[in-house]
Each structure stands twice: as C-alpha cells, then as structure tokens.
C-alpha cells in the first residue's frame, strides 16, 4: 500500500489577505518607480506629456497613465510610502475590492480633474490614488456597517487629518483637483462595491433580494 500523504495545512483567511494586500502594495511601489526610472534615464522626462491635460480631448485616455508618472525624486518619494501604506489595506480585503475601488478612484479622479483641473495645465502623479484610497478606507466601514473598518477609519483620520488641506487650493504646483476627484471616487466606491461587505450585511442583503423576487 503507498505511505499515507499528509493533509497540506492551507493558510489562514488573514494570512491570505495579509499576501494579497502585500502583493498589492509593493506591485504599487515597484510600478511607481520602474515607470519614474524609465522616463528618467530612457525618454529624457519627455513622458510627463502623458498626464491629465484639463478639456483636450486628445488627452482624455491619459487619466489613466497620469497616476503612473513623477516630475521629481521629491515628488515621487511622498507617494511613495502613503501609497503603499493605503494600497495594503485597501488590499488587504481582497483582489477585487482592490481594482473595484482603484478603478473608481482612478476615473473619477481622472475625469473630474480632465474637466475642473485648468486649461493649459499638466496633472501627473499618484496623489490622486493616495487621496482616494484613504478616502475609501475612512468612509467605507460606515457603508458596511464593519466595526473593524470604522476603527480603522477613525486611526487613519487620526493620523493623516493633515492631508485634509491637500483638497484645497493654495500650494502652487499641487494637483488639488486630483486629490478632491480622487478622494471623491474613493467616497463613491465606498457607497457602492460591496465585494467587502461583513458575511451579516451580505446575508441581509441575499435575503431582501430573494423576498423581492417572492413577492413578483
């Protein structure tokens, strides 16, 4: 007879989220970096020209290549950390509610910057992401009705309450309307996905479509 096989332990549920979100955050920084050192050393800068110019058409596709590139070492190191911070937790429930809230953030951030953002002006830089994420991550327990993620809205806002001046006008050079937009899409993500709602909400919410559907 052939040795019995020994079951394979499978990680935990949190142990999962931790990788995904890990995945998520260091694929963010990676990304964010090969994108400023190829522009650097192999185009010359020259594809800054692929930001967020406000009402040409022609530029509209480059919302979404926009939150990939950096003018400066300064500018990318400040998106750096938050950045990475914001896409592990975001992460952290799961691969779908990941690209879910980023696509929101992403075209909302985009598209209200493409239209409020200036003509004859030039948007690039991962802020907006960085906006709409935490913005996703200090609202949505609120939506879900999760007191893990209320708590951890409450010690964001704690601790980034300072980003709250980076919506508004004043600093010459800043993409406000990219963090505004972005921070928006984020609150609309939140409002709308429910990929991550608490197994209760989901249940709750199973249970009222199937009455709905008794009652036709």
Do not use: C
Not at 54 to 74: K, Q, R
Not at 168 to 197: C, E, K, N, R, Y
């Amino acid at each position: 007879m052939p040795p019995a096989q020994r079951p394979v332990k499978q990680p935990s549920k949190r142990v999962r989220q931790r990788n995904t979100g890990l995945r998520f955050a260091v694929g963010y920084v990676i990304v964010i970096w090969a994108v400023y050192l190829v522009n650097l050393i192999a185009f010359g800068g020259n594809l800054l020209y692929l930001g967020i110019h406000p009402l040409e058409l022609s530029g509209l596709p480059f919302i979404f290549t926009s939150p990939l590139l950096h003018g400066s070492l300064e500018h990318i190191i400040s998106n750096t950390i938050p950045g990475a911070i914001f896409a592990f937790l975001v992460g952290y429930s799961g691969k779908r509610v990941f690209w879910e809230v980023t696509a929101f953030v992403v075209i909302v951030g985009g598209l209200g910057t493409w239209v409020f953002g200036g003509i004859g002006t030039n948007h690039i830089g991962a802020s907006g992401l960085v906006y709409g994420w935490l913005a996703y991550l200090l609202v949505r327990g609120f939506f879900n009705r999760s007191g893990s993620q209320i708590t951890l809205g409450l010690t964001l806002g704690f601790f980034y309450s300072g980003l709250i001046w980076g919506v508004l006008p004043g600093t010459p050079g800043v993409s406000w309307q990219a963090h505004l937009f972005g921070a928006v899409g984020g609150v609309i993500a939140a409002m709308i996905i429910t990929s991550d709602d608490p197994p209760e909400l989901a249940a709750k919410r199973e249970a009222k479509q199937a009455n709905k559907q008794l009652r036709r």
